[in-house]
C-alpha cells in the first residue's frame, strides 16, 4: 500500500476521530428527516437511517431524541441541502455536501477555505459526472449464509456489488435503489449496522504523499465546517 496510503488512512481517522464536531453533523441530519417527514423512525425511512448511523457512532440517545424533539419546535431552523464542487491543491477533485440554515454563510467559508488552500470552487453541477452515487449498507455477515446466497437474494432490490472484510458485508447499489434495498435487508431480517448514500469516484487518482499533505489541509478545514456533512475526493 505504501507510505502515502497509510499518511491517508492515519489522517481520515484523525478527523472522524473529532466527536465534538460528528455529533451536532448528525444530529442536524436527524433534524432535517424528522422536519421533513414524521418524527415517527417506523414511519419515516430518512429518519430511520439517520438514527441508525447515528448510534453506529455511539451517539447518545439523548442527543438523539433532542434533536427529534428540536424539528417540530416554534424556533426549528429550515435547512436547505446543498452541494459545492471545486478543484483542490494539484488539482484533486473534491464534492462538498452541506445541511446550512443560511447558504449565503456557508458558500462564503467554503468558498474562503477553496481560495485560502490554493483550491478553486467551481460551479454547481461541474463535477456532478465525476462521481457516481451508491447506497452503501454495511452490516455483520449473517451466521450460517453464504456471500453467494446472499447475493442471489438481493439482485431483484438493486444490488450491484457485494463484499466481505473481515466478518463485516457490503453492499453497494444505485442510491434509487436505496429505499428498495433497505426493504429487502429487512425482509431477511438483517440488522443493518450503517445505511449511507456516498458518492464514488469515477476516475480515481494517484497523488503522492507531499502532495497529500497539502490536499488534507483543505479537506480539514472543510471537515471541520458545522454546516458540511461530508467531503468526496477522486483520490485512488
Not at 35 to 51: M, Q, S, V
Request: net charge negative.
Amino acid at each position: 500500500m505504501g507510505r502515502a496510503f497509510e499518511y491517508r488512512r492515519a489522517a481520515k481517522e484523525k478527523r472522524w476521530d473529532k466527536m465534538s464536531r460528528i455529533f451536532p453533523k448528525l444530529a442536524k441530519k436527524i433534524t432535517i428527516a424528522a422536519k421533513e417527514g414524521t418524527p415517527d423512525p417506523d414511519t419515516n425511512a430518512a429518519l430511520r437511517t439517520a438514527i441508525l448511523n447515528a448510534k453506529a457512532q455511539n451517539m447518545p440517545k439523548t442527543n438523539i431524541d433532542a434533536a427529534i424533539k428540536r424539528a417540530s419546535g416554534k424556533d426549528a431552523a429550515d435547512f436547505a441541502e446543498v452541494n459545492y464542487e471545486g478543484k483542490g491543491p494539484h488539482g484533486v477533485l473534491i464534492f462538498v455536501e452541506c445541511a446550512t440554515d443560511n447558504t449565503t454563510r456557508t458558500v462564503a467559508n467554503v468558498k474562503s477555505y477553496f481560495n485560502k488552500l490554493h483550491g478553486t470552487l467551481g460551479p454547481t453541477g461541474s463535477l456532478e459526472f465525476m462521481f457516481s452515487r451508491k447506497a452503501v449498507f454495511e452490516f455483520p455477515k449473517p451466521e450460517g449464509m453464504e456471500i453467494e446466497d446472499l447475493e442471489l437474494e438481493l439482485i431483484d432490490a438493486g444490488l450491484e456489488e457485494i463484499e466481505e472484510n473481515e466478518g463485516i458485508v457490503y453492499v453497494y447499489s444505485d442510491y434509487t435503489s436505496f429505499g428498495e434495498m433497505s426493504h429487502a435487508l429487512d425482509g431477511l431480517k438483517i440488522e443493518v449496522s450503517k445505511a449511507l448514500l456516498k458518492r464514488f469516484p469515477t476516475t480515481p487518482v494517484e497523488f503522492s504523499e507531499e502532495q497529500l499533505e497539502e490536499i488534507e489541509k483543505l479537506l480539514d478545514k472543510l471537515e471541520e465546517d458545522d454546516d458540511v456533512q461530508a467531503v468526496y475526493t477522486n483520490i485512488a
